[in-house]
């Protein structure tokens, strides 16, 4: 996929990828950091809370955002959170 508005993938990054996964060269790195972090649990992605007191959010097993084809989702996303 040819990097575009919807897709950009950096493997100059030092942290490329920073998600394991078994197809790289899908690897979506527009959303970098996540947009929907802020929504907490109702991101839509795979994460987990940890730590001490459990408000620590950990997406570490998140690829979402990182999967071209999950971009329509995460505008989505963040449209329906700023109405």
Do not use: W
């Not at 897709?7 to 790195?29: G, L």
């Not at 929504?39 to 990182?66: A, R, V, W």
């Amino acid at each position: 996929m040819d990097n575009s508005y919807r897709f950009f993938k950096n493997v100059d990054c030092e942290y490329f990828p920073c998600h394991k996964t078994d197809e790289p060269e899908n690897f979506n790195c527009l959303f970098c950091y996540c947009p929907l972090y802020s929504l907490e649990d109702k991101c839509g992605g795979h994460f987990e809370y940890i730590g001490k007191d459990q408000n620590i959010k950990n997406c570490i097993d998140c690829i979402l955002p990182h999967n071209p084809d999950y971009y329509d989702k995460v505008i989505g996303k963040l449209r329906e959170a700023n109405q």
